[in-house]
T-cell receptor, first 112, second 114 residues
Framework: NAGVTQTPKFQVLKTGQSMTLQCAQDMNHEYMSWYRQDPGMGLRLIHYSVGAGITDQGEVPNGYNVSRSTTEDFPLRLLSAAPSQTSVYFCASRTRRNTEAFFGQGTRLTVV | SQQGEEDPQALSIQEGENATMNCSYK?????LQWYRQNSGRGLVHLIL?????REKHSGRLRVTLDTSKKSSSLLITASRAADTASYFC??????????????FGKGTLLTVNP
């Protein structure tokens, strides 16, 4: 099993550009989430989904959009990149609540 | 806001010593989990303890949970250089709209010196 796969691993954007961070899982998990990790801040939840067609906001959703058209995929869209969005982004999935989460290897994004 | 807070922020020990990290949280929980992150990598699940459990073991890991104090501790015994990593606690809340969110603390950076 590949588990949770994130692409790309690294990305540099200019301010104002848009892009989509991809996340795919092959474990048939219902729950998927996006986190960002900044130095000294731990992991903060951006958006999450409890199933195809269902998404909700986390702690820091501004500037990001998500959709969940299939169980496998949960892309994160940056609409107009800002330097404050420079971070490492992690996608995670799990079968349901109260279970362990599986993480991708992260996308390191730099906005200049 | 973040649910869990780990203490200390950083811990440096010698190989063979025990390492203890603490986590405090704010609201009622269904379970508390500990994760490990090697530098630049994704998080890996270590252990989950449910709210009705007080202690759990897995290999060299021992986790305790005190729901009355809203705190947990992670003990790594006989530490090795390979245990060098950041350790995070995470909670599944027990109520309201937070039911579906797994919320993480800021982490403890453990350095085990050979």
């Amino acid at each position: 099993n590949a588990g949770v796969t994130q692409t790309p691993k690294f990305q540099v954007l200019k301010t104002g550009q848009s892009m989509t961070l991809q996340c795919a899982q092959d474990m048939n998990h219902e729950y998927m989430s996006w986190y960002r990790q900044d130095p000294g801040m731990g992991l903060r939840l951006i958006h999450y989904s409890v199933g195809a067609g269902i998404t909700d906001q986390g702690e820091v959703p501004n500037g990001y959009n998500v959709s969940r058209s299939t169980t496998e995929d949960f892309p994160l869209r940056l609409l107009s990149a800002a330097p404050s969005q420079t971070s490492v982004y992690f996608c995670a999935s799990r079968t349901r609540r109260n279970t362990e989460a599986f993480f991708g290897q992260g996308t390191r994004l730099t906005v200049v | 806001s973040q649910q869990g807070e780990e203490d200390p922020q950083a811990l440096s020990i010698q190989e063979g010593e025990n390492a203890t990290m603490n986590c405090s949280y704010k609201t009622s929980i269904n379970n508390l989990q500990w994760y490990r992150q090697n530098s630049g990598r994704g998080l890996v699940h270590l252990i989950l303890i449910r709210s009705n459990e007080r202690e759990k073991h897995s290999g060299r890991l021992r986790v305790t949970l005190d729901t009355s104090k809203k705190s947990s501790s992670l003990l790594i015994t006989a530490s090795r250089a390979a245990d060098t990593a950041s350790y995070f606690c995470a909670t599944d809340a027990n109520s309201g709209g937070s039911n579906y969110k797994l919320t993480f603390g800021k982490g403890t950076l453990l350095t085990v010196n050979p």
